[in-house]
């Protein structure tokens, strides 16, 4: 899920060569994402052009569009573009830069909201937004945190940190939803994946422990979504909404956030989904200390994590056991079959 940036003939990359990359993403045949890719090519080109760009890599992480690493060709900034260069950085030399694009589930004029208002502290500084082509350029950072920081509780720590300062943006840039709609929307998912394990393919031959395992990872969650929605927390601030440790960059000697969602939501959901990701050492746990170990050191990080920044313990270790299940179902939905049986073993682990 995440391969190292793609550099082609000398690190420069043809759009031609970016769009071939883009349709052999899993889900760039399915039906939702048809007008998202034909339309691409096109908004490419623009984005190219409006901002004088070359690319000199494609990132490939995560499982949305290509995100570009650029360099501006040497000359004054365009006079249509609304070009922004951060502190420290010449508008007319050839600085490195990011873009990214919108759709396949990122909100780029939500992000660019949040990005402006934040204005560097806590997240990347936005250098521009094309607004026409859905796209905006931003400054480039260093490494993942999980590169610069390996071990998972220092990483939690950092997160922690940065959420606090994320959530001083205002509310007034946080897209409006009521307290109980995150919870509502990932009941949704659950109940979609229940549908579909009844009614699909060979849905008769769904039995076995391992049938049963997801069956009873699936009802759980729903439970925890269930007590979610009933019992909203009356705090709400602009959550990041995916504040995983890949979405933390290193700038200079600190960390910064990227991809905001930008929602109205209770705090703790943020640090439920920091904590989502760390499947692999509860599986390793489990396999070299025996059953329990994984959930036993995930309930304790959840607690540090949560004491660090004032929270509830609880219901960010219930946002967490939330968050992987549906995520698990969310990339089953995308293609990514592997990677969906892992978050769902791995939710039963914790979940036993």
Same mark, same amino acid.
């Not at 391969?3 to 899993?26: G, K, S």
């Given at each position: 899920?995440?391969?190292?940036?793609?550099?082609?003939?000398?690190?420069?990359?043809?759009?031609?060569?970016?769009?071939?990359?883009?349709?052999?993403?899993?889900?760039?045949?399915?039906?939702?994402?048809?007008?998202?890719?034909?339309?691409?090519?096109?908004?490419?080109?623009?984005?190219?052009?409006?901002?004088?760009?070359?690319?000199?890599?494609?990132?490939?992480?995560?499982?949305?569009?290509?995100?570009?690493?650029?360099?501006?060709?040497?000359?004054?900034?365009?006079?249509?573009?609304?070009?922004?260069?951060?502190?420290?950085?010449?508008?007319?030399?050839?600085?490195?830069?990011?873009?990214?694009?919108? /759709?396949? !589930? @990122? $909100?780029? &004029?939500?992000?660019? =909201?949040?990005?402006?208002? +934040?204005?560097?502290?806590?997240?990347? *500084?936005?250098?521009?937004?094309?607004?026409?082509?859905?796209a905006m350029l931003l400054e480039k950072l260093g490494p993942m945190l999980p590169q610069a920081v390996p071990d998972p509780v220092a990483q939690t720590d950092v997160l922690g940190d940065l959420?606090?300062?994320?959530?001083?943006?205002?509310?007034?840039?946080?897209?409006?939803?009521?307290?109980?709609?995150?919870?509502?929307?990932?009941?949704?998912?659950?109940?979609?994946?229940?549908?579909?394990?009844?009614? /699909?393919? !060979? @849905? $008769?031959? &769904?039995?076995?422990? =391992?049938?049963?395992?997801? +069956?009873?990872?699936?009802?759980?969650? *729903?439970?925890?979504?269930?007590?979610?929605?009933?019992?909203?927390?009356?705090?709400?601030?602009?959550?990041?909404?995916?504040?995983?440790?890949?979405?933390?960059?290193?700038?200079?000697?600190?960390?910064?956030?990227?991809?905001?969602?930008?929602?109205?939501?209770?705090?703790?959901?943020?640090?439920?989904?920091?904590?989502?990701?760390?499947?692999?050492?509860?599986?390793?746990?489990?396999?070299?200390?025996?059953?329990?170990?994984?959930?036993?050191?995930?309930? @304790?990080?959840?607690?540090?994590?949560? =004491?660090?920044?004032?929270?509830?313990?609880?219901?960010?270790?219930?946002?967490?056991?939330?968050?992987?299940?549906?995520?698990?179902?969310?990339?089953?939905?995308?293609?990514?079959?592997?990677?969906?049986?892992?978050?769902?073993?791995?939710?039963?682990?914790?979940?036993?």
């Open positions: 899920m995440t391969p190292e940036p793609v550099a082609i003939r000398e690190h420069v990359v043809t759009p031609e060569q970016v769009v071939a990359l883009l349709r052999a993403r899993p889900w760039a045949g399915q039906s939702w994402a048809r007008d998202l890719v034909a339309a691409f090519p096109d908004r490419l080109d623009g984005v190219l052009v409006h901002w004088d760009l070359v690319i000199r890599h494609v990132h490939l992480a995560g499982a949305g569009l290509p995100v570009l690493e650029v360099v501006r060709r040497t000359g004054p900034v365009g006079p249509r573009g609304s070009f922004r260069a951060p502190a420290g950085r010449s508008p007319g030399g050839a600085d490195s830069f990011v873009v990214k694009f919108g /759709g396949a !589930g @990122a $909100d780029v &004029a939500q992000q660019a =909201r949040i990005l402006a208002a +934040a204005d560097g502290r806590g997240y990347v *500084r936005l250098v521009a937004h094309d607004g026409e082509r859905d959420l606090l300062q994320a959530w001083e943006v205002p509310l007034a840039v946080g897209r409006p939803v009521a307290p109980s709609q995150k919870a509502r929307s990932l009941l949704a998912i659950l109940d979609g994946a229940r549908a579909a394990d009844e009614s /699909g393919p !060979g @849905a $008769d031959d &769904a039995s076995g422990p =391992r049938a049963a395992d997801e +069956a009873v990872v699936l009802e759980r969650a *729903r439970g925890l979504a269930l007590d979610l929605i009933e019992s909203p927390s009356p705090r709400q601030v602009v959550v990041h909404g995916d504040p995983h440790p890949a979405n933390v960059l290193q700038r200079g000697e600190t960390h910064v956030l990227i991809d905001p969602d930008g929602f109205l939501c209770e705090p703790e959901y943020d640090l439920g989904v920091a904590l989502r990701d760390h499947r692999r050492i509860i599986d390793e746990l489990d396999r070299a200390e025996g059953c329990g170990a994984g959930r036993r050191w995930h309930a @304790a990080l959840a607690e540090r994590l949560a =004491r660090r920044v004032k929270l509830d313990p609880e219901r960010t270790l219930a946002w967490a056991h939330l968050e992987r299940v549906t995520t698990g179902v969310h990339l089953g939905r995308l293609g990514y079959v592997e990677d969906s049986e892992a978050w769902l073993r791995t939710a039963r682990h914790v979940l036993r």
